[in-house]
């Protein structure tokens, strides 16, 4: 990536110190994006807002509190998948081993993302009263039993639980989303939501790679039985998720200014309840939409890390290790395909604003489900694996264009919101495995089914519609009332607002100005 800079969106005061602030330079060199420098900013390692978020991405940096945050999240997420999708490449083995048929083996991949949608819908609650360090941390350590059980499974129930358990600890995804946008600035949310999250995505690939390769390990060099070694592969990823939740407990910091349950004792972090958080999520139409629509970019992801090893295992009567190869190579394209689609919406939404971002998302998802339902119907190798790389583009792509319009579609809500939109692609990933891949269609028919799909359930991000910004197809509203500042103090009562609860909406409607686009002026200065 290039460096890339603009100037900040207004006149970004200093603010008051945070609690936990660590004294700095903010010498080092910019790294890929930033929004411009303030006087002050020095009290972080990276140039900060009002709400001292960052406006500077530096990937090579690990500077406390925001790239360290960057780095535990896309990590803690990296193993999470490593963890999930552990099983698929193995599945030749293991369903000889257990004597699995296709149905059981649809039915396991089905519970592993069903075990997700409760415990990513918990984990935006979680995030929202105890903050992301302790969600993820937690997650991670608590379901490494469930990883380690898979080497003690006899059947198909047993291996059935256990991937249903261990999807559970794809909720970091929703921790990762939540961390990222609360320490970077609204003009480059899109980049680091969906860098996190496209390179904790990189499991989903990696683990194609490296438990074949552990198999092999075991099997050549040590010489244990192939029914055995499978079995032992596993306590790799449960060693490797104990010691990423550990890293995140103890290296961990929630926000700019310090932890969340100190802020919170302190005054600085206002404390909403979960019951007014989850209201003020559930009466947003948008979320809804987002939920459909991302289970059909990010679920049809998950549906591919489930099927497509096995699927060049039959179809091409090829090898563990290649066919695993291939398929790792549809998981390793989020290195850049995901991220891409973050850094798309976010120059979309600096000359066209949020319905910039919209637009974007609805083209990417739109030719992902074209190049989805043309990988049905091919029959030859090399073309069926091209077709599948540029399918894998557009896919993950949507994901990360997502992500840059999520943390818009509410502040007080932002982690259920994330939440359930993170437990639609796990629901959308079980509906259509369930209807596509347990053995009414054939693996090919249901890719070419699937990408039918994801062109329908894309065409609602059309009714997305923002007072403040507009939709695709509409202009903002011209009533006075259409703010940001309307808009997101909206989310509280007259007498939450007289509590001063909506005071973080007003510093974060002041950075979301960014998303009008061309009719903002860099220069101008923003009222306080």
């Known amino acids: 990536m290039a460096d890339v800079s603009s100037a900040a969106v207004g006149h970004d005061a200093v603010g008051e110190p945070g609690e936990s602030m660590r004294g700095v330079t903010g010498r080092e060199p910019i790294f890929a994006r930033d929004v411009g420098l303030d ?89 929202d009263v105890v903050g992301p360090r302790y969600g993820t941390s937690f997650l991670l350590i608590a379901t490494v039993p469930c990883v380690a ?32 946008s609360s320490m970077f600035n609204s003009r480059i949310v899109g980049l680091a939501n969906g860098t996190a999250a496209g390179w904790g995505n990189l499991g989903g690939g990696a683990i194609q790679l490296i438990m074949p390769l552990l198999f092999s390990l075991i099997t050549d060099v040590i010489h244990v039985p192939a029914f055995t070694a499978w079995r032992l592969s596993f306590f790799v990823p449960a060693t490797a998720q104990t010691a990423m939740g550990l890293l995140v407990l103890l290296l961990g910091q929630d926000y700019p200014d310090g932890q969340f349950l100190d802020l919170a004792k302190k005054g600085v972090k206002k404390v909403d309840t979960p019951l007014n958080v989850l209201r003020t999520a559930c009466t947003n139409y948008r979320t809804w939409v987002f939920v459909l629509t991302y289970g059909y970019c990010f679920g049809v992801e998950l549906t591919v890390d489930n099927v497509i090893a096995e699927y060049f295992y039959d179809r091409f009567n090829l090898n563990l290790n290649t066919a695993g ?39 990417l998802q739109t030719l992902g489900g074209v190049f989805c339902l043309t990988l049905g119907y091919m029959n030859e190798l090399w073309s069926s694996v091209l077709v599948m790389l540029v399918f894998s583009y557009f896919c ?21 919101v994330s939440g359930f939109t993170g437990a639609g692609g796990n629901v959308g990933s079980a509906i259509t495995q369930a209807i596509f891949f347990k053995g009414a269609y054939s693996t090919e028919q249901g890719l070419a089914w699937m990408g039918v799909m994801i062109m329908a359930c894309t065409l609602p991000v059309a009714a997305v519609y923002f007072p403040q910004w507009g939709s695709m197809l509409t202009a903002p509203s011209s009533k006075p009332s259409a703010t940001e500042e309307a808009y997101y103090t909206g989310e509280y009562s007259e007498k939450e607002q007289a509590r001063d609860m909506h005071s973080s ?6 950075n979301a100005k960014s998303e009008r686009g061309q009719t903002v002026p860099v220069s101008e200065e923003l009222p306080r």
């Open 39 to 127: 006087e002050g900013d020095s009290l972080f390692a990276l140039p900060v807002d009002s709400e001292h978020k960052a406006k500077q991405f530096k990937l090579f940096s690990a500077s406390r509190p925001h790239m360290r945050a960057f780095h535990l999240s896309w990590l803690a997420f990296f193993l999470s998948f490593c963890s999930a999708f552990a099983a698929p490449p193995l599945l030749p083995v293991i369903r000889d081993n257990l004597d699995l048929t296709k149905a059981q083996i649809a039915n396991a991949g089905i519970a592993a993302v069903v075990g997700a949608v409760v415990s990513r819908l918990v984990m935006g609650t979680v995030c």
């Open 325 to 363: 190869l291939i398929a790792a190579s549809f998981g390793l394209m989020n290195i850049f395909s995901r991220p891409s689609g973050g850094i798309l919406s976010d120059v979309a939404a600096r000359w066209f604003g949020m319905r910039g971002r919209l637009w974007n998302l609805w083209v």
């Open 505 to 510: 909406g007003l510093k974060f409607a002041e």
């Open 149 to 180: 059980a898979m080497a003690a499974v006899t059947d198909a129930a047993g291996f059935i639980t256990c991937r249903f358990f261990i999807g559970f600890v794809l909720a970091t995804f929703v921790s990762c989303q939540y961390w990222m």
């Open 396 to 416: 993950q792509a949507a994901c990360g264009a997502t992500f840059g319009i999520i943390p818009f579609v509410s502040h007080r809500a932002l982690g259920i």
